[in-house]
């Protein structure tokens, strides 16, 4: 059975317990611009990299709901280490949208790392017994400690159309530059990949619109179902990494608030009433946004229990008020980090690194709050979403 009650609680207990060494060890990660070795490993020991793998091959299944409950936890940690747990989490799960073949080849083991994005900066073209791939990507989140990627790639179709595919294949098949400098997520390690004349089997390529599209599939039971649309489940888990930073700040200024204000007669800034609103706002804030992501989360997993789909209103309305959630995150790391006084900027400290972190991010296409606020917008005024990203 798949991401048991016990399970899940033994999961999260161990990543709760490891948060302080995700923080402390969130300098050396950035300054190497990728995170810490002692992370990922401690994150592995926990089980966390065996939550988006199948339980038929010895992994632990995690649904959308108990993955976002590690997410808040590992970001509030480290804003990096969040980042690219998200990417490794989503795209274990994607590898289920591939042929079996593919599935046993990426799963073995029980675990998986997977990297990858979906703009399809490459060029796939048949040869005997798959595609020859060539191309290169930007940003590829977790590139530096991953065992497998997903690149989007353009088909060349003998009739000399282009049809849009996601292909996997072994991290060793690509280089990665050493191109990641950055003010925001530098420890993502986001490198650009890089394919040169790579042979991909056939069971390793799927037709990428409709991979956007999967969802529903056979009723399962309550909490088992694992058929998400990609996007939705993607907004859902990244959103999570954001809300975490923001709450990963609230405890780091909660922690420095009890000192004096300079150039006043404040001897506590805790007694100040602009820091009681300025607190009481980003914890009602992130408590906000906690309840937008857990009620779109819950939604996600209720349809696929069911074995349905999402209706395309329902992915408008999830875009919409899971980038809801990340400008109320994005808000309250402004304004706690705003608060903490000037000594804050030291690189030494972790808050200032949230701060950032959550100011970069959140640039990200799929996570900018206007955008999605948009697209939901659209549809609650009857119109259409104009985007296939749903």
Same mark, same amino acid.
């Given at each position: 059975?798949?991401?048991?009650?016990?399970?899940?609680?033994?999961?999260?207990?161990?990543?709760?317990?490891?948060?302080?060494?995700?923080?402390?060890?969130?300098?050396?990660?950035?300054?190497?611009?990728?995170?810490?070795?002692?992370?990922?490993?401690?994150?592995?020991?926990?089980?966390?990299?065996?939550?988006?793998?199948?339980?038929?091959?010895?992994?632990?299944?995690?649904?959308?709901?108990?993955? @976002? $409950?590690?997410?808040?936890?590992? =970001?509030? &940690?480290? *804003?990096?280490?969040?980042?690219?747990?998200? #990417?490794?989490?989503? +795209?274990?799960?994607?590898?289920?949208?591939?042929?079996?073949?593919?599935?046993?080849?990426?799963?073995?083991?029980?675990?998986?790392?997977?990297?990858?994005?979906?703009?399809?900066?490459?060029?796939?073209?048949?040869?005997?017994?798959?595609?020859?791939?060539?191309?290169?990507?930007?940003?590829?989140?977790?590139?530096?400690?991953?065992?497998?990627?997903?690149?989007?790639?353009?088909?060349?179709?003998?009739?000399?159309?282009?049809?849009?595919?996601?292909?996997?294949?072994?991290?060793?098949?690509?280089?990665?530059?050493?191109?990641?400098?950055?003010?925001?997520?530098?420890?993502?390690?986001?490198?650009?990949?890089?394919?040169?004349?790579?042979?991909?089997?056939?069971?390793?390529? @799927? $037709?990428?619109?409709?991979?956007? =599209?999967? &969802?529903? *599939?056979?009723?399962?039971?309550?909490?088992? #179902?694992?058929?998400? +649309?990609?996007?939705?489940?993607?907004?859902?888990?990244?959103?999570?990494?954001?809300?975490?930073?923001?709450?990963?700040?609230?405890?780091?200024?909660?922690?420095?608030?009890?000192?004096?204000?300079?150039?006043?007669?404040?001897?506590?800034?805790?007694?100040?009433?602009?820091?009681?609103?300025?607190?009481?706002?980003?914890?009602?804030?992130?408590?906000?946004?906690?309840?937008?992501?857990?009620?779109?989360?819950?939604?996600?997993?209720?349809?696929?229990?069911?074995?349905?789909?999402?209706?395309?209103?329902?992915?408008?309305?999830?875009?919409?008020?899971?980038?809801?959630?990340?400008?109320?995150?994005?808000?309250?790391?402004?304004?706690?980090?705003?608060?903490?006084?000037?000594?804050?900027?030291?690189?030494?400290?972790?808050?200032?690194?949230?701060?950032?972190?959550?100011?970069?991010?959140?640039?990200?296409?799929?996570?900018?709050?206007?955008?999605?606020?948009?697209?939901?917008?659209?549809?609650?005024?009857?119109?259409?979403?104009?985007?296939?990203?749903?």
């Amino acid at each position: 059975m798949a991401g048991t009650d016990t399970e899940a609680a033994s999961v999260l207990e161990a990543v709760r317990a490891i948060v302080p060494t995700l923080r402390e060890n969130g300098k050396d990660g950035e300054e190497r611009r990728w995170i810490s070795d002692e992370n990922v490993e401690l994150l592995d020991k926990a089980g966390v990299f065996r939550t988006g793998v199948p339980a038929r091959f010895g992994g632990l299944e995690f649904s959308v709901p108990q993955q @976002i $409950d590690l997410l808040l936890e590992i =970001a509030r &940690g480290c *804003g990096s280490t969040g980042w690219v747990s998200e #990417g490794w989490i989503t +795209g274990a799960w994607m590898i289920r949208l591939f042929p079996d073949e593919a599935q046993e080849e990426v799963y073995a083991g029980g675990t998986a790392r997977v990297s990858g994005g979906f703009t399809p900066s490459g060029t796939l073209v048949p040869t005997e017994g798959g595609y020859l791939l060539n191309g290169t990507w930007r940003f590829t989140t977790g590139c530096r400690g991953a065992d497998w990627n997903l690149a989007a790639t353009n088909l060349q179709l003998p009739d000399g159309t282009v049809q849009q595919a996601l292909t996997v294949l072994p991290i060793a098949d690509l280089t990665l530059d050493d191109d990641w400098h950055t003010m925001a997520a530098a420890g993502t390690g986001s490198s650009t990949t890089v394919a040169t004349d790579v042979f991909v089997p056939e069971h390793r390529v @799927i $037709d990428m619109a409709e991979a956007f =599209a999967t &969802g529903g *599939g056979a009723p399962t039971a309550p909490g088992q #179902g694992r058929d998400y +649309g990609l996007i939705s489940v993607v907004m859902a888990e990244s959103t999570a990494t954001l809300i975490g930073m923001a709450q990963g700040t609230y405890e780091l200024f909660q922690e420095r608030v009890h000192r004096p204000i300079s150039y006043t007669t404040w001897q506590d800034q805790a007694e100040h009433p602009l820091t009681q609103i300025q607190v009481a706002t980003a914890a009602a804030q992130i408590a906000a946004a906690r309840g937008l992501l857990a009620a779109q989360a819950g939604l996600v997993q209720r349809r696929a229990d069911a074995g349905q789909s999402l209706t395309s209103q329902e992915r408008a309305e999830l875009r919409g008020q899971c980038g809801y959630a990340v400008q109320l995150a994005k808000e309250a790391t402004h304004t706690l980090f705003n608060a903490s006084g000037a000594s804050a900027i030291q690189r030494s400290l972790p808050i200032q690194r949230f701060f950032r972190d959550v100011q970069g991010i959140s640039m990200h296409a799929m996570m900018t709050p206007d955008a999605n606020l948009e697209v939901y917008g659209r549809v609650l005024l009857g119109l259409d979403p104009n985007t296939p990203f749903l």
